[in-house]
């Protein structure tokens, strides 16, 4: 599984063990990429991925989400 449009931001592919392949996106760039593409302000790229592909699920074709910078993600 591999989202449409935000190529740019793909940095890899990630497994773990006993599960197959998956692709790797880094936030920071999908967040660069929707602004870019669509156009979107920072706040809406922001909005957008947090209703369109941070709670995104596939099960295990699931693409893994990159967070590389501190504070980005709210820890559990």
């Not at 989202?3 to 006993?18: P, T």
């Not at 699920?57 to 504070?71: A, C, D, K, Q």
């Amino acid at each position: 599984m591999m989202f449409d449009d935000i190529g740019g931001a793909l940095v890899g592919v990630g497994r773990q063990y006993a599960n197959k392949p998956v692709a790797v996106y880094s936030v920071t760039k999908i967040l660069e990429e929707l602004e870019k593409v669509y156009e979107f302000s920072e706040v809406d790229a922001a909005e957008w991925f947090s209703f369109n592909i941070e709670c995104f699920s596939t099960g295990e074709n699931t693409p893994i989400l990159l967070y590389e910078e501190p504070g980005l993600e709210e820890p559990n």
